[in-house]
T-cell receptor
Framework: DGGITQSPKYLFRKEGQNVTLSCEQN?????MYWYRQDPGQGLRLIYY???????QKGDIAEGYSVSREKKESFPLTVTSAQKNPTAFYLC????????????FGPGTRLTVT | GQNIDQPTEMTATEGAIVQINCTYQ??????LFWYQQHAGEAPTFLSY????GLEEKGRFSSFLSRSKGYSYLLLKELQMKDSASYLC?????????FGAGTTVTVRA
């Protein structure tokens, strides 16, 4: 079955540690995205990638980093510079960055204490 | 900037109809998406409007008026499983900008 996987579902870290969230897709999509969701707020775009070895900052990129070395994978690192890292993180992919439907992964809930 | 407004919560009875409004003021506009999201789960695609008018897909319909910066999602014959958040998102410049979502509660 084609789809997007994110692991783990729940992640706990101590403040000051970097943590990497995985996102893998087997849909052969060119574009991939990372969003953050907080209670009472809409999804906010962190980074997106239109093609392998290329990515752009979204609206809230500070304190985050990404890489896109393979078409299937778009890992997100939450660094210690991110002031409020506790959130629900969603990865998505689409055929391209034109007006195509985005398919979302199941999400990772990160808690930093 | 992007400003996308939806009501926070709505409640309706099983079998009824509910209309979720979305107004937007954005720096550009290429289209409008509606997604459904059950608590703790991934959003799933419901509809996409590019041109003005009504798009019907089974029990769900979506309407767009670009001149008014307005869209609505109409849910008919409500079922308990329709209890979820409904997210309005404007597509522009390769990106989606989301509203905060409307939580719909369906009561028996």
């Amino acid at each position: 079955d084609g789809g997007i996987t994110q692991s783990p579902k729940y992640l706990f870290r101590k403040e000051g540690q970097n943590v990497t969230l995985s996102c893998e897709q087997n849909l052969n999509h060119d574009a991939m995205y990372w969003y953050r969701q907080d209670p009472g707020q809409g999804l906010r775009l962190i980074y997106y990638s239109q093609i392998v070895n290329d990515f752009q900052k979204g609206d809230i990129a500070e304190g985050y980093s990404v890489s896109r070395e393979k078409k299937e994978s778009f890992p997100l690192t939450v660094t210690s510079a991110q002031k409020n890292p506790t959130a629900f993180y969603l990865c998505a992919s689409s055929i391209g960055t034109s007006d195509y439907e985005q398919y979302f992964g199941p999400g990772t809930r990160l808690t930093v204490t | 900037g992007q400003n996308i407004d939806q009501p926070t919560e709505m409640t309706a009875t099983e079998g009824a109809i509910v209309q979720i409004n979305c107004t937007y003021q954005t720096s550009g506009f290429n289209g409008l998406f509606w997604y459904q999201q059950h608590a703790g789960e991934a959003p799933t695609f419901l509809s996409y409007n590019v041109l003005d008018g009504l798009e019907e897909k089974g029990r769900f319909s979506s309407f767009l008026s670009r001149s008014k910066g307005y869209s609505y999602l109409l849910l008919k014959e409500l079922q308990m499983k329709d209890s979820a958040s409904y997210l309005c998102a404007v597509y522009n410049d390769y990106k989606l900008s989301f509203g905060a979502g409307t939580t719909v509660t369906v009561r028996a």
